[in-house]
């Protein structure tokens, strides 16, 4: 059975870095494009970071310069390093792999507060 695990998340400061971890087990993905997502209370869940097979990265604009996508294939682990955290960036944060239309698979979501 596919899993995706989360963690790393927590409660830091406005201006704190955090590093998430999205361990996979079930399947290899390492020639799949995964991704980080992220929902705040009363929001649509918005796609936050891309990263393809050959490490391509791509970033929504709020974040870019503060946040960092990285995969290690070996152990089948994404991760998404992030500084110079704002009260904005507050939301579930959860990562997503797409195989095809009948394999999308979603991890439980890690929770990041970020106080003023």
């Known amino acids: 059975q596919v899993q995706l695990v989360e963690s790393g998340g927590g409660l830091v400061p406005a201006g704190g870095s955090l590093r998430l971890s999205c361990a996979a087990s079930?399947?290899?993905?390492?020639?799949?494009?995964m991704r980080w997502y992220r929902q705040a209370p009363g929001n649509k869940r918005e796609l936050v970071a891309t990263?393809?097979?050959?490490?391509?990265?791509g970033y929504k604009d709020s974040v870019k310069g503060r946040f960092t996508i990285a995969r290690d294939n070996a152990k089948n682990t994404v991760y998404l390093q992030m500084n110079s955290l704002k009260p904005e960036d507050t939301a579930v944060y959860y990562c997503?792999?797409?195989?095809?239309?009948?394999?999308?698979?979603w991890g439980q979501g890690t929770q990041v507060t970020v106080s003023s």
């Open positions: 079930g399947s290899s993905f390492s020639s799949d494009v």
């Open positions: 990263i393809t097979s050959g490490g391509a990265t």
């Open positions: 997503n792999v797409v195989q095809s239309a009948d394999r999308i698979y």
